[in-house]
């Protein structure tokens, strides 16, 4: 799906919103160019900034959006109108010759908004055919002073050189001039690279600019941005495949062609869906096709000679010395030199230098590449293409075991507060209730007669009563509502209680209850009572005064004694039930509920509270059933529809669990449970986008609530964007530190984007809250062993195992990181244990015939793959590797067979896997020593012709031409002889040499067994490669030197638990 | 403070000048002065800078001159400038109009365009402009004429009006000087006048139109005022360091104190890492050299061939000698020099190397051993043209 309105080439034509969002890389440099520029507004400083990048290095688009956010600065800060005016020269000013053409410009651009500057330019105009140059010039000087006034103008100068180059440098000092005589420029300008006039000391603008180099996007920034175009363009599948360790490995297979020309992402982001992504040669042909009139158009903009050395380095497509390229152009050695400086200074060529010779290449590989596909040589890069989409997985394996599982407990459940009291108070508190409410609505009418209600009931003075009417009849409710406050206050408090009568005690306990004085009403109860002890609303009254101060045992006692004077009490049984479910004790308090519910069956609250206990104690079928009824007598009670999603929920049924949640927003939308139980439900469900929306809702009605922003991350992470999860969490954990759930669910997101160091840091805190998590320190062992420390990896596991002994993952990664070091009968002994906590684990029995095979017990070995394999037959891991057993046996015919059962397999998968490249490449590892061995090459070549055309038929010879390369390193090894290696070359190109796939690593293979042969020509040899072969190469036998990475890493990697998530 | 490497600095930002200012005062009570300096030491921020701190019974005004092409345009913005500064002045409302009349601009605002007495010729009109300014000051007071990039200005106008144009200008200029006591003059600019001069001799000059202008070098800054620069910035620009102090300091020693290449610095740390040690420094200064040159040292390098002759070879050896040692001996460098040039004559190489510091490549330490001057330019050296 195309991103319509991402524009690769005009960004300027992109909204201001647009530009924010996929800007990447740059958001600290925008802000400190847009706190400059505003320096120089306000103060008499004056910046000059000069942003350097090859064309479609975003400088267009930076200078858009700090122009969008100047004009975000006018209408915050209207004043700052007065101080700063701005001219956009954009990139088509062509033609500027001279300082009263440049002014001229300035003032056309400020005309655009300015009448002021419109009329300064007509006498522009005006003067310019009057006078001479040097008078018109002159005059322009004081028009743009005059145009300018009082306030700072920002030059914002796209492609400075050619404005510069117009100028020349009488008009260029003429500019400084009037720069540093008047200060009151300020600029923001261009260029795709530095040039003279801003570079020499003999010039007037040298030093003049601070230069800004634009960065080239790294491939995370590459994958950000290519993120944030799919998450703009409504492609969340997208985005999230570009969070997985695949969408990475596809966007550096880009990247490897493409470098980071943020032009390029933006146009390749036009031609990628999820799928065209992970298949990445036919998006990567369509924008070559895209950008191939780019380029072409830029091969207009040289000369005929110029346009011919470039199409010469596009056919060589390796560096040449310049003699060569002069003899091949039919031009003298002189002139291909100054042709080629010229072509190094616009940016098409580079130089490599090789002793005295110096070699020419172009500088983008995606230039050569668009332009070698017009002369029909577009195979070539498909191979290249689907070459590096595999080699990109592969050859970051050795660093990405991907062993984590995930948590299964996102789900937290929100418990609404309940009720504690009945709102059929007897007496004033009604009437006391309606004047409240009645002065917030301010209905003077229903205010005017509950106030009258309360004066003759003695609540209130003559005084304060005839003070609360004036204040009512003349609209002034809010002095009411805290007149009225004041003076029931004072006069509760201001009344002794020996002063009081029996039901005036009683009164104002309710009133003191009602008012919080909770303690003070409790001693008024217990007076009325030790007065009248069979006053039952003292008994329930006193029960609820208990209740608040969490005294729930007494509070039930208290409604006993109610209920034993009058056992139709309906308020004793309801109000008893909610104490006895505060002290969990459920089934006693839905008893309670139901003897309330028989006095007086329309109780909606008592429905719905017995639900909650119901729901609590885990009858989640007759909690909803409450609810039901609850909701038939009320269907506006928006908490019973939560909780009865809750319920819901909670039996699985989450489509209805939403239902219900959206009959509570329909209610009240800006009820936060509902939306993050809403977002719950969604997860359950696998709707993570919808779920995030949800939490987004909760976290606008309530954003210090943590529970949210932990859920929010939960369902970024299964969306794959753990970027977004891992700042959710920090939000989380900023309001609530001590969840450990958090710092959990924060480290496996870190562990996803493999910065495993910070991911077992984040564990750690989790671990230092709650040490007996045993899936922690499980996750804790896999980070570790990632990082290659084994040995801590297996302590960590350790620890799991000690608070679960029967986690037979951790027991299983316990295996793999003891087998990495070496101890092989402790490893075994942990599959063992794995097994047998559950025998139907494949993968411990597989790694258990890993071990067994670099153990040398090539029997048992194949023993346990054999094993494997009878529990799941088409595990082809297993079969291929059981035929590395046999091979290394010498049984080649049995591993043939092998392998043909592997490739038929894996020809039957829907999707093919990724990891082919990598089981070819093991064996080869496997196969190197033994070819290297005396009189065994006849043997094995015959050997090899078989399994190359068992390769052919599956269709897997890109993955063996990665996995030949990746193994250069062994050949490049000084164990095996220069003739070992020839003959290793020799034997590949008469197997497989014609096919054209096959001809690239060949090619390199020769390379590299060219500098083993003469290591101090390494430069030479490279020079005979393009640039992007050299990469791989450079890549290729990197791979030996890493420390990660050495022979016993590379041959100690069993396979691996995947992720459960 | 923010870095603005190459921008106008707010006088605030303008530090470790008050030392130079206060003297440059002090001067200027008694007569004019030439500035000088390598290009980017940081002339006009002190120009600027006394322009906002005038003394009582100065009036100064500022011209960046390069311009000029012209005695004419010379002369007309000194009018613009005057007329403009004066009619800004609360000081000078009263008298200002009838200033202004004299000039022939009958108070109105200035065009700019043309000498307003088509009848009086340049110096006329000159000359009857600063008669007008000294009559209205007292004797003590004093008008200061900044004249920045005055020898472009010169040089311009021998290219396009002749020699003996230029020539006027200069000796125009020093008759001012020496009839109107009242009028001060700083001239100063990103080439040296004696270049220029040295032209003009070549036509037949015989005057010396500076010799009432005692020179005053700017100077880098003082090691304590480049270090606290350097810590402003980095705090200013939020970097953070491993050591502020220890940091600040291999800034401002790596650059020899030069302000400008201090922010240059600062603005490049910025973002290079989540915190900033010494070898980071020193990292980005091998790149600032290597990668991009943007601050042109290759130019000192280019210019021994023009400026040499046929000692150019002499004097790129011998500044390749010296390169990776700190300081060196006559007699070790000639040792090390004359082996790999037989028959060098030991006066040819003296004269080279009087050259060589006459052009600020080297200079002598307190025992008299030579050294690269600037820290910066040896580093281009050693790192480029080493092996």
């Known amino acids: 799906m195309a991103n319509q309105m991402i524009s690769a080439f005009t960004p300027s034509l992109m909204s201001p919103q647009e530009l924010e969002t996929i800007l990447v890389q740059r958001q600290d440099l925008a802000q400190e160019l847009l706190e400059k520029i505003l320096l120089s507004a306000t103060t008499p400083a004056k910046h000059y900034a000069l942003l350097i990048g090859m064309r479609g290095m975003g400088k267009t688009h930076l200078v858009a959006l700090i122009y969008y956010r100047l004009l975000a600065e006018f209408t915050k800060t209207p004043t700052l109108q007065d101080q700063l005016v701005i001219a956009w020269l954009r990139e088509e000013e062509w033609g500027v010759d001279s300082w009263l053409d440049l002014v001229s410009r300035i003032l056309r651009a400020l005309a655009v908004e300015e009448t002021q500057s419109k009329l300064l330019l007509e006498e522009l105009r005006r003067i310019s055919i009057e006078d001479s140059i040097d008078r018109a010039a002159a005059n322009a000087t004081r028009l743009l002073k005059e145009a300018i006034g009082d306030r700072t103008l920002l030059l914002i100068m796209e492609n400075l050189d050619d404005l510069f180059k117009g100028l020349g440098e009488a008009g260029q000092q003429q500019f400084r001039s009037f720069l540093q005589g008047e200060q009151c420029c300020t600029i923001l300008a261009t260029t795709p690279s530095l040039f003279t006039a801003v570079q020499s000391r003999t010039k007037p603008f040298f030093g003049f600019f601070n230069p800004i180099h634009l960065d080239r996007l790294t491939v995370p920034e590459a994958i950000e941005m290519l993120g944030k175009i799919a998450t703009l363009g409504g492609q969340e599948d997208l985005a999230s495949f570009l969070q997985t360790p695949l969408g990475r490995a596809r966007v550096r297979a880009v990247h490897h062609l493409a470098g980071g020309n943020p032009r390029v992402y933006m146009l390749f982001s036009q031609f990628i869906t999820r799928d065209a992504l992970d298949n990445l040669v036919e998006a990567f042909m369509k924008m070559l096709d895209d950008l191939t009139p780019y380029y072409q158009a830029r091969m207009k903009e040289l000369s005929n000679q110029q346009r011919k050395i470039v199409e010469l380095l596009v056919d060589r497509r390796h560096p040449v010395m310049v003699k060569e390229i002069a003899a091949d152009c039919f031009i003298d050695a002189g002139t291909a030199a100054s042709q080629l400086r010229e072509l190094r200074k616009l940016g098409y060529v580079e130089a490599e230098q090789n002793g005295r010779e110096s070699f020419y290449e172009l500088r983008e590989v995606l230039m050569r590449l668009c332009l070698e596909v017009k002369k029909q040589r577009g195979q070539w890069v498909e191979i290249f293409v689907e070459f590096l989409k595999i080699w990109y997985p592969l050859s970051e394996r050795k660093n990405q075991l991907e062993l984590m599982r995930g948590r299964s407990q996102y789900i937290k459940d929100e418990h609404l507060e309940r009720a504690l009291l009945s709102d059929e108070d007897p007496c004033f508190i009604g009437s006391q209730r309606d004047l409240q409410r009645a002065l917030k609505e301010q209905q003077q009418l229903l205010a005017t007669e509950t106030l009258e209600e309360l004066f003759h009931s003695k609540r209130l003075t003559e005084e304060n009563y005839q003070e609360l009417l004036e204040l009512v009849q003349t609209d002034r409710y809010s002095e009411a509502q805290k007149l009225l406050s004041e003076s029931l206050s004072q006069k509760d408090r201001s009344v002794e209680k020996s002063e009081l009568t029996f039901s005036l005690q009683f009164l104002k306990g309710l009133n003191l209850l009602e008012l919080g004085g909770i303690s003070e009403a409790l001693e008024l109860f217990d007076a009325v009572l030790a007065e009248d002890e069979r006053y039952s609303d003292a008994w329930i009254m006193r029960g609820v005064s208990l209740h608040d101060l969490r005294r729930y045992e007494e509070a039930t006692a208290s409604y006993d004694r109610a209920i034993s004077i009058k056992p139709d009490k309906h308020e004793a049984w309801y109000n008893r039930g909610i104490s006895l479910c505060d002290l969990g004790r459920y089934e006693e308090a839905i008893s309670s509920y139901d003897r309330a519910i028989l006095i007086k069956p329309d109780d909606h609250e008592a429905w719905y509270n017995r639900g909650n206990s119901l729901n609590d104690l885990g009858r989640y079928e007759e909690a909803i059933s409450s609810y039901d009824r609850a909701i038939s007598i009320k269907p506006d009670k928006d908490e019973a529809w939560i909780m009865r999603g809750v319920s819901l929920h909670n039996l699985g049924r989450y489509d209805e669990a939403i239902s219900s949640y959206d009959r509570a927003i329909l209610i009240k939308s800006n009820k936060y449970e509902a939306w993050n139980n809403r977002g719950v439900s969604l997860h359950g469900l696998g709707r993570y986008d919808e779920a995030v929306t949800s939490y987004g809702r909760a976290i606008l009605i309530k954003p210090d609530d943590h529970e949210a922003w932990y859920n929010r991350g939960n369902s970024l992470c299964g969306l794959g964007k753990y970027e977004e999860a891992i700042a959710s969490y920090d939000r989380s954990i900023s309001i609530n530190p001590e969840d450990y759930q958090d710092w959990t669910n924060r480290g496996i997101s870190l562990h996803n984007l493999g910065r495993y160091e910070e991911a077992i840091a984040s564990y750690d805190r989790s671990i230092s809250i709650n040490p007996e998590d045993y899936q922690d320190w499980t996750n804790r062992g896999i980070s570790l062993h990632n990082l290659g420390r084994y040995g801590e990896a297996i302590t960590s596991y350790d620890r799991a195992i000690s608070i679960k002994p029967d986690d037979d993952e951790a027991w299983n990664n316990r295996g793999i990181s003891l087998d990495n070091l070496g101890r092989y009968e402790e490893a075994v002994a942990s599959y063992d244990q794995a097994i047998s906590i559950n025998p139907k684990n494949h993968q411990s029995i597989h790694n258990k015939g890993f071990t067994y095979f670099k153990w040398g017990q090539y029997l048992e070995s194949i023993n346990f793959y054999n094993q494997a394999i009878l529990i799941e037959s088409d595990l082809y891991d297993s079969w291929h590797d059981k035929g590395v057993v046999q091979f290394v046996m010498g049984n080649y015919e049995d591993a043939l067979s092998s392998w043909q059962r592997t490739f038929q397999i894996i020809q039957q998968l829907t999707t093919r896997p990724n990891d082919i490249a990598g089981h070819i490449q093991e064996f080869l590892e496997e196969l190197i020593p033994r070819f290297s061995l005396p009189n065994s090459q006849p043997q094995i070549s015959t050997f090899l012709t078989q399994l190359a055309t068992i390769y052919q038929q599956a269709q897997v010879l890109p993955e063996l031409s990665t996995a030949l390369i990746a193994t250069l390193p062994q050949i490049l090894a000084p164990n095996i002889s220069d003739y070992t290696a020839d003959e290793w070359l020799a034997l590949w190109q008469n197997l497989l040499g014609t096919k054209p796939v096959l001809e690239m690593p060949l090619r390199l293979m020769n390379v590299a067994i060219a500098y083993k042969k003469q290591p101090t020509q390494q430069k030479r040899l490279w020079l005979g490669l393009a640039k992007e072969e050299r990469e791989i190469l450079n890549g290729a036998l990197e791979l030996a030197v890493t420390p990660n990475s050495d022979s016993s890493a590379i041959d100690g990697e069993p396979q691996s638990t995947q992720s459960s998530q | ?387």
Request: include cysteine.
């Open chain 2, 1 to 387: 403070m923010r870095t603005n490497p190459g921008g106008g600095l707010a006088p605030e930002e303008v530090v470790g000048r008050d030392a130079l200012i206060a003297e440059l005062w002090d001067k200027l009570e008694r007569h004019g002065v030439m500035m000088t300096a390598e290009r980017r030491m940081g002339k006009t921020s002190v120009l600027r800078k006394m322009l906002a701190q005038q003394p009582p019974g100065v009036t100064a005004f500022y011209w960046d001159l390069e311009n000029i092409r012209s005695p004419e345009t010379l002369v007309r913005e000194i009018f613009n400038k005057v007329s403009e500064d004066l009619g800004n002045s609360q000081k000078w409302q009263g008298k200002v109009q009838q200033l202004l009349k004299n000039w022939g601009l009958g108070g109105e605002k200035i065009a700019g365009v043309s000498l307003p007495k088509p009848d009086l010729t340049w110096q006329q009109h000159l000359q009857g402009m600063v008669q007008d300014l000294s009559a209205q000051v007292a004797d003590r007071e004093r008008w200061l004429f900044l004249f920045d990039e005055l020898p472009l200005a010169i040089d311009n106008i021998r290219q396009d009006q002749g020699a003996s144009s230029a020539m006027e200008v200069l000796d125009t200029l020093r008759m001012i000087r020496q009839d109107y006591p009242q009028i001060r003059m700083v001239y100063t600019g990103s080439i040296g006048l004696h270049h220029v001069v040295a032209e003009l001799r070549k036509q037949g000059y015989r005057n010396a139109p500076t010799n009432d202008l005692p020179p005053v070098e700017v100077e880098p800054l003082a090691e304590y005022d480049a270090w606290k620069l350097a810590q402003d910035l980095l705090m200013g620009e939020k970097v953070a360091t491993a050591d502020l102090s220890a940091v600040s300091q291999s800034i401002a020693s790596a650059v020899d104190g030069n302000a400008f290449y201090i922010h240059h610095c600062v603005a490049r740390l910025k973002g290079m890492a989540q915190s900033i040690d010494v070898p980071q420094v020193e990292a980005m200064l091998k790149a600032a050299v290597r990668q991009y040159d943007v601050w042109d040292l290759g130019y000192f390098e280019k210019r021994i061939g023009s400026y040499y002759g046929e000692n150019a070879k002499l004097a790129l050896l011998a500044l390749d000698e010296l390169a990776p040692e700190s300081a060196l001996t006559f007699g070790d460098w000639w040792n090390r020099v004359s082996i790999q040039i037989p028959d060098l004559d030991k006066e040819a190489f003296r004269s080279t190397l009087n050259l060589l510091e006459q052009d600020h490549y080297i200079c002598r330490n307190d025992a008299g051993a030579y050294r690269f001057r600037f820290s910066l330019v040896q580093r281009y050296w050693h790192q480029q043209r080493g092996n």
